[in-house]
């Protein structure tokens, strides 16, 4: 997936059922960053656009500008909300050492000066994330597979440089080859 595929806006949170009289709604998560859900917080949804009046996270609820009441809530019920890149950069705090994915995908890949391909998509199966690497053409061309999924962990990953758009990876090869 190149830079032009990533998403401009991110699914990150669907609203749930109603809670109460007063517009109260069930809030689930898709993302890794709660602190992003906060009073005056605005969000796209399928929707429209929808502010926070209210939330708290401890019990997973939610309101909303403008549906206050049961029935106005009512209609959200099943909206999803999505983030734009700028919004998660704004309001996201990352660790040292971590990266959003849109930052990591199209990264090229490489194991010591070999390039192995480039990373197409992350995908994360139970709490993994796997990166999609497209392999590069002249390794395709060795009989090696089109594509192959490398573990996000510290024994794969040496570093990744996202300003210069560049995995680092160290035995990545090998799980080329085993692929």
Known sequence: MSE???PEKFYIAQVGRTVGLWGDL????????????KKGATFQSNRGELTISDVD???????????EGIDA??????????????????NCNLEEGQHFWFDVIGCEVRDADELLGSVKDIQRMADTDYLMIDTAEALVEAGLP??????YIDRYIIKTDVNEKIVYTQDAKEI???S
Do not use: C
Not at 26 to 37: A, C, I, M, R, V
Not at 57 to 67: L, Q, S
Not at 73 to 81: E, F, G, R, V
Not at 146 to 151: A, I, S, V
């Open 4 to 6: 032009k595929n990533i």
């Open 26 to 37: 069930k809030f689930h998560l898709h993302t890794d960053f709660p602190e992003q859900f």
């Open 57 to 67: 996270m401890k019990r997973g609820i939610v309101r909303f500008v403008g549906y």
């Open 73 to 90: 809530a009512k209609k959200l019920t099943n909206t999803k909300l999505f983030a734009t890149h700028e919004q998660t950069k704004a």
């Open 146 to 151: 089109k594509q192959f999924l490398l573990p």
């Open 176 to 178: 080329l080859e085993a």
